[in-house]
């Protein structure tokens, strides 16, 4: 059914779907090319965490995009690229973490375990990596079969991902964090752009424009 | 005060020391950490090598310090490599990014340069870069703990503030030192960017300014300091977070109220006038309970006062480090 969907949405979608099954799988080919060769900074193991991180939440906020440009733009093919990017979110989100917990700490349970306590952004990243695994493991067509409407409230969980995301961008940064209020008031947005009523209101807009 | 004197008298050993790990000596040699010279810096251009120290405006040459005299810290740990100290630095004043500064500060000018100090002293003093090359240099090898949690070790070469204090004679009433890096937004392109207040101000109590430990540096890895790394003199604290130790200073004041200084007025939630090293006492954001040792992967656990303890501890004697962080 949703493949059918894509198959008939024409050649733009189809790009975008390639685009998105190449691009993500270069972009982590480049930054392993650049840890093996040495040319990140003097602190690799930090540049291999911001990358991965920042990767995960732009792939999580265009996954959250996608229904709501669907909406305001009427071109609902879009939609089918929710699924992939969501799942390459959950990927980097997981590379980020194993860069932090194998790489940073050398799996150092003991100095994870002291740090979680006095680490604001960790404990808000952990329930996010949480809730992408958990999304990423519920999203075999099999598994949305099974769980019927409970798998549509456990997805809806994306969102609530998005925002503590972004808060643990906003936490760990020093100095100046309009970067990450600017993903934290991106997510409130998409998020907004959900609700039933505002629903309703953007495709009337949409289509009194469009007669 | 025993196994920082035992490195101190390892770190500035001979040259020659440089080639083999920890130097054999055990714990007979009673030598302090101070008055031991690294070589007096020569002086610049002219043939004769007695000419005296570069005088204002000449480009003072490179001194002649020694190479490094020792491969570790003395709790065993390696140096951090020249090129990593030399490329991964924090100075706002050039930028944020860390891999931005040394670009940005290439052309940055040091020379001439001069420190003013003055305040609540009886001998005002501006000093010029020949009068501060004059001062016995000696080797110190500490660790940089930045508040960031990653860490260096790093081998300086500087003199004890507390010998520059001592000679302009702080009043009674002098009760803190209060330390400005230069304000040059011309040269320093971040000044002109309005998102963090310039000039960078510190500040030590009075005693902490006085101790051993606290030195004004003007060179490491046996050359004279980059402008990345705050050049042509820098402050060193190293049982204090790195932000403490202010670069390219050219203002030392003496004070009776507590500065107020910049990241302590800038978010005093976050960041107070002590910032001593310490697991304890998180940030408020993150834990300070680990660091990252920049070129190792694997944390290690943070020390309290960066290992400084047996040295620094009396200065803060029933204090509370959790008020006074």
């Known amino acids: 059914m ?173 100095v100046d964090r309009r970067v990450p209020l600017l993903y934290g008031a991106i997510v409130v947005l998409l998020l907004l752009l959900r609700l039933p009523p505002v629903v309703e209101t953007v495709r009337e807009l949409r289509e009194r424009v469009s007669a | 005060m025993k196994r920082f004197a035992a490195a101190a008298a390892a770190a500035v050993g001979t040259g020659v020391l440089a080639a083999c790990a920890t130097p054999p000596t055990g714990t007979s040699e009673p030598a302090t950490s101070t008055d031991t010279p690294v070589a007096a810096p020569t002086a610049s251009g002219g043939a004769a090598p007695d000419t005296p120290t570069p005088s204002v405006g000449a480009e003072p040459t490179a001194p002649a310090w020694p190479t490094v005299s020792a491969e570790t810290d003395e709790l065993g740990d390696p140096l951090t490599a020249d090129q990593a100290i030399n490329s991964y630095n924090n100075f706002y004043e050039f930028t944020f990014s860390k891999e931005g500064v040394a670009q940005l500060a290439k052309d940055f000018q040091t020379h001439p340069w001069s420190i003013e100090v003055g305040g609540l002293v009886t001998n005002p003093r501006t000093l010029d870069l020949a009068d501060l090359l004059a001062y016995s240099m000696q080797e110190r090898i500490y660790r940089m703990r930045c508040v960031e949690a990653w860490s260096m070790v790093i081998p300086w070469i500087g003199f004890p503030l507390a010998k520059l204090l001592a000679e302009v004679e702080p009043t009674e009433e002098a009760q803190y030192v209060r330390f400005e890096t230069l304000y040059d937004p011309e040269q320093m392109p971040n000044q002109r960017g309005g998102t963090f207040p310039f000039p960078y101000v510190e500040g030590l109590r009075l005693d902490e300014a006085m101790h051993d430990l606290t030195i004004l540096a003007m060179g490491l890895y046996g050359k004279p300091l980059t402008p990345q790394t705050g050049a042509p003199i820098r402050l060193v604290v190293p049982w204090k977070y790195g932000f403490k130790s202010i670069k390219s200073i050219v203002k030392i004041d003496l004070v009776k109220e507590m500065p107020e200084t910049t990241w302590s007025s800038v978010t005093p939630s976050e960041y107070g006038f002590y910032a001593n090293v310490n697991p304890n006492v998180p940030h408020p954001r993150w834990s300070q309970a680990t660091e990252r040792r920049i070129g190792e992967s694997g944390r290690r656990k943070t020390l309290l006062f960066n290992g400084y303890e047996d040295e620094v501890a009396s200065l803060y004697e029933g204090m509370d480090l959790k008020v006074w962080f």
């Open chain 1, 2 to 174: 949703v493949l059918g969907k894509r198959g008939s949405a024409g050649p733009m979608a189809r790009w975008l779907h390639v685009a998105v099954h190449v691009g993500v799988p270069l972009s982590l080919l480049v930054l392993i090319a650049q840890v093996v060769l040495g040319r990140l900074s003097f602190d690799p193991i930090r540049d291999v965490e911001l990358r991965t991180g920042r990767t995960a939440l732009n792939l999580l906020v265009l996954s959250l995009a996608c229904t709501p440009l669907a909406l305001v733009t009427g071109w609902r093919a879009i939609r089918d690229l929710r699924r992939p990017l969501g799942l390459y979110a959950a990927l980097y989100a997981g590379l980020h973490f194993l860069a932090f917990a194998a790489w940073d700490y050398g799996l150092q349970f003991d100095l994870i375990w002291l740090d979680l306590r006095g680490n604001r952004f960790l404990q808000v990243g952990l329930p996010a990596l949480v809730i992408l695994v958990a999304l990423a493991v519920t999203s075999p067509r099999p598994a949305i079969r099974r769980m019927g409407r409970l798998w549509k409230w456990l997805h809806r969980l994306a969102y609530a991902a998005g925002l503590l995301a972004a808060l643990h961008f906003y936490w760990a940064v020093k």
